[in-house]
T-cell receptor, first 116, second 114 residues
Framework: GAGVSQSPSNKVTEKGKDVELRCDPI?????LYWYRQSLGQGLEFLIY????????KSGLPSDRFSAERTGGSVSTLTIQRTQQEDSAVYLC??????????????FGPGTRLTVT | GDSVTQMEGPVTLSEEAFLTINCTYT??????LFWYVQYPGEGLQLLLK?????DKGSNKGFEATYRKETTSFHLEKGSVQVSDSAVYFC?????????????FGTGTRLQVTL
């Protein structure tokens, strides 16, 4: 079946502009995660959605970052007023999740964001 | 908070050499442990996992044993191949709360030469 897809694959934007990154998880996966991979910080957790529960936003680096998940499926990560330090690869992952068991997280190919 | 420490890279080995990549962790609860691999130009994929102490995860000739007493999850392979060249990430997921987020190490780049 189809894996996790992300769009766009590459995004170049000017400092100060807003960007939206999209993630389509694997059908039937109730949990969805956003991570960021950057040279300075490695791989870091941003936000987590599980079913209808309130999202865990504890990893968002600033209030310029927000995310939503519509209909329990597609998710959009929005970065407002982008800064050069936002340049990174943004990864989305999804998993089956029930009762906190460690189901495998399947990662998408990522969106490479470059802020000029 | 939770953290994962893994050995710095890059690691350069000749084909058929023995591989060890060290990984240690700090967690407040009872974490599950993972090794993820990122091949050149590809996305992250799960290599192996272990969910409780003394479990051994294995896949594609790679192994790692969950050692609670030393808080370690070292990755080993008896004979590496050129196709194993990739970046390897150790990670944990702590289910003491409701979140299942992964905490990653910094990654270790492996280069295998003929």
């Amino acid at each position: 079946g189809a894996g996790v897809s992300q769009s766009p694959s590459n995004k170049v934007t000017e400092k100060g502009k807003d960007v939206e990154l999209r993630c389509d998880p694997i059908s039937g996966h109730t949990a969805l995660y956003w991570y960021r991979q950057s040279l300075g910080q490695g791989l870091e957790f941003l936000i987590y959605f599980q079913g209808n529960s309130a999202p865990d936003k504890s990893g968002l680096p600033s209030d310029r970052f927000s995310a939503e998940r519509t209909g329990g499926s597609v998710s959009t990560l929005t970065i407002q007023r982008t800064q050069q330090e936002d340049s990174a690869v943004y990864l989305c992952a999804s998993s089956l999740e029930a009762g906190g068991l460690p189901y495998e997280q399947y990662f998408g190919p990522g969106t490479r964001l470059t802020v000029t | 908070g939770d953290s994962v420490t893994q050995m710095e890279g890059p690691v350069t080995l000749s084909e058929e050499a023995f591989l060890t990549i060290n990984c240690t962790y700090t967690a407040t609860g009872y974490p599950s442990l993972f090794w993820y691999v990122q091949y050149p130009g590809e996305g992250l994929q799960l290599l192996l996992k272990a969910t409780k102490a003394d479990d051994k995860g294995s896949n594609k000739g790679f192994e790692a044993t969950y050692r609670k007493e030393t808080t370690s999850f070292h990755l080993e392979k008896g004979s590496v191949q050129v196709s194993d060249s990739a970046v390897y990430f150790c990670a944990l997921s702590d289910f003491s709360g409701t979140a299942s987020k992964l905490t990653f190490g910094t990654g270790t780049r492996l280069q295998v030469t003929l």
